[in-house]
């Protein structure tokens, strides 16, 4: 599978700022995906990162908030917007990696807002 | 869209005994069933998957059942270790390649 890396692994920010992670794979990939994860609960699929086209968003997410740039197979960001504590989660990209539908999951990026 | 149920969400057995954790998902239509594990402060792993055209599959001491008529996926881990104490987490894919998680289950391995 492909070796995913996220940056940055932790970050702690104030309310009303925004932040950008990174998600780098060594390989190309069609699929890539943006995930958050609260506390204590289960992944929630945010968005497709879509190469060359805008991303693709879940019910309840929108670009204004948390706007997706993927400007080749083996990058992409996520930029978490005018932050609130309700943003503290770990966010984490995943990859469509060796057979169909096969997702591998980077570190993630702990975010907390104060 | 899809909706996928999952029992228990907490789990304690005895090191040694075998440990089932179950899933249903509503779109019939879903096609492909992955199980992942996630330790304390990690990502989540793929463990095992199965597709909607196989009924069960099997990886050393962990195993998916799928009954597509009922709608429900299975995890059966055999012959527990404390190391497979974590988190685990069925998804299904439906219309593409959205997974879509259950809620989770805390399965705790006790010596």
């Known amino acids: 599978s492909a070796v995913i890396s996220q940056k940055p692994s932790r970050d702690i920010c104030q309310r009303g700022t925004s932040l950008t992670i990174q998600c780098q794979v060594d390989?190309?990939?069609?699929?890539m995906f943006w995930y958050r994860q609260q506390p204590g609960q289960s992944l929630t699929l945010i968005a497709t990162a879509n190469q060359g086209s805008e991303a693709t968003y879940e019910s309840g997410f929108v670009i204004d908030k948390f706007p997706i740039s993927r400007p080749n197979l083996t990058f992409s960001t996520l930029t978490v917007s005018n932050m609130s504590p309700e943003d503290s989660s770990i966010y984490l990209c995943?990859?469509?990696?060796?057979?169909?539908?096969?997702?591998?999951f980077g570190p993630g990026t702990r975010l907390t807002v104060t | 869209g899809e909706n996928v149920e999952q029992h228990p969400s907490t789990l304690s057995v005895q090191e040694g005994d075998s440990a089932v954790i179950k899933c249903t998902y509503s779109d019939s239509a879903s096609n492909y069933f992955p199980w992942y594990k996630q330790e304390l402060g990690k990502r989540p792993q793929l463990i095992i998957d199965?597709?909607?055209?196989?009924g069960e599959k099997k990886d050393q001491r962990i195993a998916v059942t799928l009954n597509k008529t009922a709608k429900h996926f299975s995890l059966h881990i055999t012959e527990t270790q404390p190391e497979d104490s974590a988190v685990y987490f069925c998804a299904a894919i439906v219309l593409g390649y959205a997974l879509n998680f259950g809620k989770g289950t805390s399965l705790l391995v006790t010596p």
């Open positions: 199965i597709r909607s055209n196989v």
């Open positions: 995943s990859v469509e990696s060796g057979r169909a539908y096969e997702q591998y």
């Open positions: 390989s190309q990939v069609t699929m």
